[in-house]
């Protein structure tokens, strides 16, 4: 086992990756405040294995990972062991998740489509805003104020509103939760 390389920011992991042969990508899903999720994404019809790396016990979190295209996730307490373990098996093709995550998915396959939409109860502004905050996860705040039209407190105010109507706390859980209800492919 070598490692090729190492990246603070997405986009300096994105360049890494699409220059430097690797098998196994240990990807953290906070790197650098913006959603690892969207690199996985990005990168999904590459040969590349991604290993979920984080400190978030949100089962959103976990499960959007793994819909996003991960192989496995391992938390960031893990016992160095466990870690190298985990890059192993999923570099032999193997799944790396624990009984309760894989019963849990189990049990999502079995259960009929929800119908529910948890961005329901948000006004046509506020979904254009998760909207635009989903597809440019990697966008700085300003940036997408900016496009948005409004300042970075304005942006940051809506965010607080939108993150207590669908019940999350930040960035990373918005865009684990878009993830899980298919999106980009539906329409938020």
Known sequence: MQSVGVAHTLQDAL???????ADVVLLDLDIDGHSGLDLIVRLKGSNLRFLAFTGVRDERVVDAAIRAGARGVVSKHAQPETLIRAISRVHDGELWL???KVGRLVDNLREPARAIDPFGRLTPREREIVALMVTRSDAPSKRLADELGITESTLRNA???IYSKVG???RLQLFALASSIGWPQRTL
């Open 98 to 100: 624990d009984r309760a």
């Open 168 to 170: 999350i706390g930040n």
């Open 159 to 161: 965010l607080s509103v």
């Open 15 to 21: 360049e890494l990756l699409l220059s430097t042969p």
